[in-house]
């Protein structure tokens, strides 16, 4: 119902900048909660940020300051732009969506990841 492709992955030096972009297809789209979670080897996945209906945004701990999620709603897409890139940054990035078309019923999709390296 819900499909989400990532793109803007690949290698960056530490310090430098990557933006990924995320395209949804499906309905509902303006409604929905995006987001960006990401996971590294050995590691739990984490939120990095998100971005409801609203415009209001969330982000994790690590990426605050440092990272900016936005939302084109026209375009049907949400990026995620990335600032002082540290190693620790390196994850497989994938792309979310929550719908919640009634108060008791939630809907999650998920992108198939994108591949982030940051070398130091």
């Known amino acids: 119902q819900v499909q989400l492709v990532e793109s803007g992955g690949g290698l960056v030096q530490a310090g430098g900048s990557l933006r990924l972009s995320c395209a949804a297809s499906g309905r509902g789209f303006a409604g929905n909660t995006m987001g960006w979670y990401r996971q590294a080897p050995g590691k739990q996945r984490e939120l990095v940020a998100a971005?409801?209906?609203?415009?209001?945004?969330n982000y994790g701990d690590s990426v605050k300051g440092r990272f900016t999620i936005s939302r084109d709603n026209a375009k049907r897409t949400v990026d995620l732009q990335m600032n002082s890139l540290k190693f620790e940054d390196t994850a497989v990035y994938y792309c979310n969506a929550e719908a919640y078309p009634t108060v008791e019923r939630k809907y999650v999709y998920w992108g198939q990841g994108i591949q982030v390296t940051v070398s130091s």
């Open positions: 971005i409801d209906s609203g415009f209001s945004t």
